[in-house]
């Protein structure tokens, strides 16, 4: 079962827009992170966020937390066409925090 | 090594045949993890070591899959009488900290069971 369920399931925006995607949890965590996958390729770390953060910053990426709706949401600034590809959120599942467990994935596409 | 390093990364087999998949960590890295996924899901969990041992083997579908790691550092997913719906990409990833920090992700074997 997936613990993270991504929102929308599927994005398209122009080049130069803002990307946003929500992640929706059931359980307690001890912190919250998303990855990116371009097509065939594996899974690249973007940002961790702890449960006691509201809001994370790096680079063109921003991150907040809700724990008390038990939600994420990450936004891209200024999308480039090289943002195409796959975004995972994935919560650590275990009372030891050693679990990770993804959601479903959003698939941006960004068109130059 | 660099990175995390997965071999074959392509593996196609008959329904019925034996598979084994190997996974190389980041070199000192004490967590490594197992994942399957399938084409437009997300990771699914499989397995989670921590050292030799397996600290969390609840993903594993079924007693066709079994993963060894038994000197902490290399890890073998084997894979018995396999089933078309075993096909998919195996995922390795490794962490010096566990899920309390980012995970490195290998490149995937991609399974295919005809």
């Known amino acids: 079962s997936q613990q993270g369920e991504e929102d929308p399931q599927a994005l398209s925006i122009q080049e130069g827009e803002n990307a946003t995607m929500n992640c929706s949890y059931k359980t307690s965590i001890n912190n919250l992170q998303w990855y990116r996958q371009n097509s065939g390729r594996g899974l690249v770390h973007l940002i961790l966020?702890?449960?006691?953060?509201r809001e994370k910053h790096s680079g063109r990426l921003r991150v907040t937390l809700d724990t008390s709706k038990k939600s994420s949401s990450l936004l891209i600034t200024a999308s480039r066409a090289a943002d195409t590809a796959s975004y995972f959120c994935a919560t650590d599942s275990d009372a030891a925090g050693n679990k990770l467990t993804f959601g479903g994935g959003t698939r941006v596409l960004v068109k130059p | 090594g660099a990175g995390v390093s997965q071999t074959p990364s392509n593996k196609v087999t008959e329904k019925g045949k034996y598979v084994e998949l190997r996974c190389d960590p980041i070199s000192g890295h004490t967590a490594l993890y197992w994942y399957r996924q399938s084409l437009g899901q997300g990771p699914e969990f499989l397995i989670y070591?921590?050292?030799?041992?397996?600290?969390?083997d609840s993903g594993l579908p079924n007693d066709r899959f079994f993963a060894v790691r038994p000197e902490g550092s290399v890890s073998t997913l084997k894979i018995q009488r396999t089933e078309r719906g075993d096909s998919a990409v195996y995922l390795c990833?490794?962490?010096?900290?566990?899920?309390?920090?980012?995970?490195?992700f290998g490149e995937g074997s991609r399974l295919t069971v005809l």
């Open positions: 070591f921590q050292g030799t041992g397996a600290a969390d």
């Open positions: 966020i702890r449960s006691n953060e």
């Open positions: 990833a490794s962490s010096s900290s566990g899920g309390k920090g980012e995970l490195f």
